[in-house]
């Protein structure tokens, strides 16, 4: 059973509201948009990423015979349902920014229309793919920033939420900025460039470590880099000084050295300097351990000689966020425009486009959020993706999307840039939604009273 | 491509070190243990969990023919670890605590001793797999322990990260107490039980907020769960009790209402006293949105009349500590000891055993860590699991495994129930594990030399 292309990855709602629906013939367009209702600590914008994964589980979308034979002796449902499940597939159309798009809260960046029960039998499964690469290229961007052209490698598969989140994470921070990924997986799915040292335990596994780094460089002659930190980093530096005229010897030099520990600042000199000295100079040093933007910013002030570093579970888990306040939420129902009242949560009604505004100088400007047949003279941010549930082009490659997405990263205002909170990105709602969701508000008038 | 099977879903040093072992034939038993270096924030013990997902993938672990030929085509690996990788199985042994058994900081919750090659080839994933589930499960527990037996139900899967995190959450949660999930397949995958209501958009997609209500109850006549918060929540918990009676006449009782929005507690009891005045005193209040163990404490303590709980974001992310300081560390190659000695990480060698010891009133007194060959008169909590590559004994039911995890939690002592930092559970080395550790370190005296 995979778990990634399950139709029963879904939360029981879905079905059971699906049930309803299908009883009452309520089978019109129904219109829903995903969004962020607001950013979360110390982000001053997000990354749009999960779209192509999203538009592979739509296309994808059916109940095999197992699952709806398990449906069924649940008793939960009725045949009618069952029989409607059997035959199911996606037959909506999609609108969405590319992957890699800057937005802000309350900017869809996705919208679905199709009969209500697919539009709402998605709903889980596409919020969970959005959420959390969105999630992730957002963190990863701040650190791409941060590094400023220094490579950054995703090492964080073991500490990330399960199988399906250390792919994806390798693929959303490679979108986001980063050179690659550990995870071999997403060289061979995704075509990401992948990168690997060495562990502790094959220093331990060998008596000596000398013999350790000997043993490395001759499995892998043409990517020796030494782990240096298992027992004492500048004594292991020494010892890679001292093996090198011998590797050399073979025709296999040094590449790098990896410091996993303690202060990787003063590490990173000191090492440097014996390097150095021992004529290493070519010789890179790579820095992990518990790495994230914020430390990333503190090593480069500090101008510790760090020629490209490792960040994994901060990342991975987008440790200081690990979610986003994103909804996917009925904006109309069979040409009836409606919004959400609930306390706190309200939601702008209708089909929306989202029109991004320029300065002079290319940098983002402001946005404005209107309904989806306003024209106004931005660059609007939602496309045509997907038609009767079939994509309207062929998936970009994550590389194309990732030079994009640096494209994109580059027209931010400087302030935004910033890893603490900046005054907010303008984002305005027009007159024309503005007045839409007064509209809306007098037809539900009627709902306060009883 | 699943990735949950792949073998491919690992960190690259995993290949390039299995290349230099196979290369160098160091094939002898290397011993690896799992464990934790220290709580997360506010953790006062951790759920060990995600050992029958390792198992599995132990059991399964096989690279495939389009695997290999895409490692082939990188050019990173030589013929023979290509030909040594196509027969790979993973012939070791396995020891490990119960899933559902409460551990502490250094004691290792499993050991993996297997040919050198095959125990590095796994780490990855089985510090994936374990990390995620034990850090739910505790993070789960607390809440179960909050609740006091009141039901709570998992609905994290939206933002769950990917969809393996979504499915092994709402396992990890429902062993760790709660009583189901709104994550369908983990009911077929599991034996979970599933639950759900309906969304907002199910009372948007009708013009009556009424209509919706009769609409669900008609085709969900035994589950008749309404969400009251889309407009007004008072008005709707009028609109319930108007409506009842025409359900009643049909034989439909309403089961309960959910609120998910606002101060839940506030608007527990207006409704509450709406319902019972209305005659439904027997229809229950289920509160839902943002939730954690923190405002189910509060919610509690106010006495706020909710009947079960819906716990999503919070859980499934861990949100206040999405990582564990999970570490899988060679302990032992070749019948050597060793032990990692970098700065701040150091780790005790050899292979070990935890010793639990029990106060008179049936509760938690302290454990004991000591070397695998040591007999202390505790309950040793590792216990052999796999042999061979081959399970020892069948999976047991997470059923089951929930009913122990409960007698377990009930033995907790009073401090570490609580939901803020106690002082810490009493995990002592053990002489020979003392003993052991100086040894190593006199062994590794020479590499402080050059």
């Known amino acids: ?21 299908q009883e009452q013939g309520m089978v019109e367009p129904a219109v829903f948009e995903f969004f962020v209702r607001k950013l979360p600590p110390c982000r001053n914008f997000l990354v749009a990423a999960g779209l192509e994964q999203v538009l592979d589980f739509l296309s994808g979308m059916h109940f095999t015979q197992k699952e709806l034979a398990w449906l069924d002796q649940t008793r939960l449902f009725k045949p009618g349902l069952l029989r409607y499940l059997e035959t199911l597939r996606f037959t909506g159309a999609v609108e969405a920014m590319e992957e890699g798009t800057l937005f802000f809260p309350h900017e869809p960046i996705l919208r679905i229309v199709a009969p209500l029960p697919e539009a709402q039998l998605v709903e889980s499964r ?13 963190k990863a961007a701040r650190s791409a920033l941060v590094a400023g052209g220094k490579p950054i490698i995703d090492f964080g598969l073991r500490r990330a939420h399960g199988a399906e989140a250390g792919l994806l994470a390798a693929r959303a921070s490679y979108l986001a900025g980063f ?14 460039p992948v990168y690997g040292t060495m562990a502790h335990s094959f220093v331990q596994a060998h ?11 001759q499995a892998q002659p043409n990517n020796v880099v030494l782990l240096i930190d298992t027992y004492d980093t500048e004594t292991a530096a020494r010892k890679v000084t001292s093996l090198a005229p011998v590797l050399r010897a073979k025709g296999i030099s040094v590449k790098g050295v990896r410091l996993d520990s303690g202060d990787l600042a003063d590490h990173a000199r000191r090492v440097r300097r014996i390097l150095d000295e021992g004529g290493l100079s070519h010789t890179q040093i790579i820095a992990s351990g518990n790495l994230d933007e914020y430390r990333l910013k503190d090593l480069l002030d500090s101008r510790a000689p760090i020629d490209s570093f490792a960040v994994g579970t901060a990342m991975t888990t987008s440790s200081d966020a690990p979610s986003l306040d994103s909804a996917y939420k009925l904006q109309e129902y069979a040409g009836r425009p409606c919004r959400k009242r609930s306390e706190g949560k309200a939601t702008w009604p209708g089909r929306k486009q989202v029109y991004r505004y320029y300065a002079g100088d290319g940098r983002l400007d402001h946005d404005v959020v209107t309904t989806h047949d306003d024209r106004l003279s931005g660059i609007p941010l939602l496309q045509a993706v997907m038609s009767d549930g079939r994509r309207l082009a062929a998936s970009p490659s994550v590389t194309d999307l990732r030079r994009r997405t640096a494209d994109r990263l580059a027209q931010l205002p400087e302030s935004l840039r910033a890893l603490e ?6 984002v305005q709602i027009s007159q024309a939604l503005q007045g839409l969701a007064e509209t809306v508000d007098r037809g539900l008038s009627h709902v306060k009273e009883i």
Do not use: C, R, W
């Open 126 to 138: 596409v919020i969970n793919l959005l959420n959390f690469q969105t999630m992730v290229a957002s």
């Open 1 to 21: 059973m995979n778990p990634s292309t399950s139709a029963l990855l879904t939360d029981l709602y879905e079905l059971t509201m699906a049930q309803a629906y």
């Open 421 to 426: 909170t900046a005054p907010a990105y303008p």
């Open 179 to 192: 050179s690659g990924s550990a995870t071999v997986l997403a060289g061979m799915t995704y075509g990401i």
């Open 207 to 217: 008596k000596d470590e000398v013999q350790a780094f000997e043993h490395f460089a």
